[in-house]
């Protein structure tokens, strides 16, 4: 900034300063934490397309989630909070296994901590990144922020934070569709608000949970599967994956 005079204001010479410093030291953080991605993505045409994504597992509901998907033949998304036990990597790799796309979620959830600073969250991810890696061999290169991009936690950093993990070329998703099976809807509630919202876009990515859910969820996936699959507009169910143009808020 000048004052009136034209002259630099020396008082805003150390913000500046610290602030490169500070972007040097996120920057400088987890040289290998980079998304191997195609070159030069050409999207996908995937008018109707309908995408089943599931955050916060795995969890003792990814069986049943898996055994519907695979009922139906369907491919769906799941953004993981792996915690890096025996359990939870067998059913990560259940996951993996039976074709489906895995993306990082969180580490730990929670949120006062996760969006502190951006070295926060990326101290975080790189732990769910490496846990998934541990148990599947699989380097993700999609992600979906705790709470979507766009939140109360993470307001100061929100801009920092979404161009450093740009920058290490990780794409992340949001969801227009939300059950609201994570708010504690009924069936009914998160049969209707699937439907109508999907009716409502021209491709729909759908939020629901593999956990936080909890048993809701998996009693009305296959009703939900049903409806889409044989709706006069002919959806098509699909995974997520870098050549999907990301739907973010």
Aim: charged letters at 25%; glycine letters at 6%; aromatic letters at 12%.
């Amino acid at each position: 900034a000048a004052t009136q005079s034209g002259t630099a204001n020396d008082s805003d010479a150390p913000a500046e300063t610290t602030d490169n410093n500070l972007h040097a030291a996120y920057e400088s953080m987890y040289p290998d934490l980079y998304a191997q991605l195609p070159d030069n993505i050409v999207y996908n045409d995937d008018m109707d397309y309908v995408y089943l994504t599931f955050d916060d597992g795995p969890s003792k509901y990814t069986k049943d989630i898996l055994n519907y998907l695979d009922a139906y033949d369907i491919k769906a998304t799941f953004f993981v909070v792996p915690d890096g036990s025996e359990e939870s990597n067998a059913r990560l790799k259940m996951i993996a296994d039976a074709g489906h796309t895995i993306g990082v979620h969180t580490a730990t959830h929670e949120y006062n901590k996760i969006y502190e600073s951006v070295e926060a969250y990326l101290e975080d991810f790189k732990i769910a990144y490496d846990r998934v890696y541990d148990a599947t061999g699989i380097k993700c290169t999609l992600f979906r922020f705790p709470g979507g991009s766009i939140n109360d936690y993470n307001t100061a950093i929100r801009d920092d934070l979404i161009a450093e993990m740009t920058r290490r070329g990780f794409i992340y998703f949001d969801w227009n569709v939300d059950s609201s099976d994570a708010l504690g809807a009924t069936w009914t509630e998160m049969y209707n608000n699937v439907l109508s919202q999907t009716k409502e876009t021209n491709r729909a990515v759908i939020l629901m949970h593999d956990y936080n859910g909890g048993y809701n969820t998996i009693l009305v996936l296959e009703d939900i599967i049903k409806a889409l699959i044989s709706d006069k507009r002919g959806y098509k169910l699909a995974r997520l994956t870098e050549t999907v143009k990301p739907v973010q808020f």
